[in-house]
């Protein structure tokens, strides 16, 4: 399976081990299922050196991966190449892609704005027929695939060690795919498969480690691979640097979102006082043309302030202690002067 085919199934992105550079790994050995090794390639299983994987934006090691002493470096970064090795070994550079859903469309549209890929859940099994697919397509065939049971427990430990702004639960599956093509080639793909949820939705993704090497050696070539990659461990310096930079990051986001939250919300309850001013004045006016259309105006007692609804057409409304009404047009009647006038009157204000 050449890179290229590889690069067509997923997006390229550089995966970072680690290791804990105080704790140096022992080789595992996996299960042999090639009688035919020689003593060359049996001591060559067992004799590794270890190789650093440099952050260089941290300007920190990463990892030291265990590999074979006759394995070296790649310049073939073309071909997506990260190291080589003999028998046409090549150990290609991690590729995948992460994608986010939720159920909210306003969400998943934020999300899109914002770069991310947004893309409803595909199963383990969609994401494998979509790899032998492009594979077909590059002239490699399908051969078989088995579980990495150690592999899951590699990825659940180190997820344990990262840095999560908001609890979620993860699931993890590990499967090696096995392929060939008409130029002796074997190929082996490790698909990492990963469905994380919490309270905004669905984070799911997958990346996948691959390696080739010819038919005749593949057996021992991959054997060295998988120990390889499962004795690269954490450099717990370099997890603390990452997880106190995903902190800080986070904690920006939060501010910069409080803070568009709180002029939101400022905006919101100025359109909110602008509404109720509007309501109150449509109300008035509104109050005021059906006071017209019955030939009523509103008057309100200064003594009490309470208001009333009366007829127009008078200059002077009086009313007096038991809410009884006389109106006039002259400026100068004073009910109070008036003996047959029972009660204490006061003038009431029209409002207009």
């Known amino acids: 399976m050449k890179a290229t085919i590889l690069s067509t199934v997923v997006a390229l992105i550089f995966f970072s081990s680690c290791i804990d550079l105080q704790n140096e790994p022992s080789p595992i050995q996996f299960t042999r299922t090639d009688e035919t090794l020689n003593v060359s390639e049996e001591t060559q299983l067992r004799s590794v050196k270890y190789f650093p994987i440099p952050d260089k934006q941290r300007n920190m090691v990463m990892a030291l991966m265990p590999i074979p002493k006759n394995w070296e470096l790649s310049n073939n970064i073309k071909e997506n190449v990260f190291l080589e090795g003999p028998n046409a070994l090549k150990v290609f550079y991690i590729m995948g892609n992460e994608f986010v859903y939720t159920q909210n469309p306003g969400l998943n549209q934020m999300y899109a704005e914002?770069?991310?890929?947004?893309?409803?859940?595909?199963?383990?099994?969609?994401?494998?027929?979509?790899?032998?697919?492009?594979?077909?397509?590059?002239?490699?065939?399908?051969?078989?695939?088995?579980?990495?049971?150690?592999?899951?427990?590699?990825?659940?430990?180190?997820?344990?060690?990262?840095?999560?702004?908001?609890?979620?639960?993860?699931?993890?599956?590990?499967v090696a795919t096995e392929w060939e093509d008409d130029n002796g080639l074997m190929s082996l793909a490790i698909i990492h498969y990963t469905v994380a949820q919490n309270q905004y939705g669905y984070t799911w993704g997958y990346n996948m480690e691959a390696m080739e090497a010819k038919s005749t050696h593949f057996e021992v070539e991959k054997r060295n691979y998988l120990n390889a990659l499962l004795n690269t461990q954490m450099n717990t310096s370099w997890i603390t640097t990452i997880n106190n930079q995903n902190r800080q990051t986070m904690q920006q986001q939060t501010a910069a979102h409080n803070t568009r939250m709180q002029g939101l919300r400022a905006q919101g309850q100025q359109i909110i006082a602008a509404g109720k001013q509007h309501d109150a004045m449509t109300t008035s006016n509104h109050e005021k043309f059906m006071k017209y259309i019955k030939d009523e105006i509103t008057v309100t007692s200064p003594s009490t302030g309470q208001s009333y609804n009366v007829d127009m057409g008078s200059n002077h409304y009086w009313i007096n202690d038991q809410n009884q009404l006389i109106t006039s047009n002259n400026a100068t009647y004073n009910p109070n002067a008036n003996n047959i006038v029972q009660g204490e009157w006061v003038e009431a204000q029209i409002n207009y």
Do not use: H
């Not at 399908?142 to 840095?163: C, E």
């Open 114 to 174: 914002i770069g991310m890929n947004v893309k409803p859940i595909e199963s383990f099994e969609q994401v494998l027929e979509q790899l032998k697919g492009f594979a077909k397509q590059g002239g490699a065939r399908f051969i078989r695939q088995y579980d990495l049971p150690q592999f899951v427990q590699k990825d659940f430990n180190y997820d344990q060690q990262i840095y999560k702004a908001t609890p979620e639960q993860r699931q993890f599956k590990v």
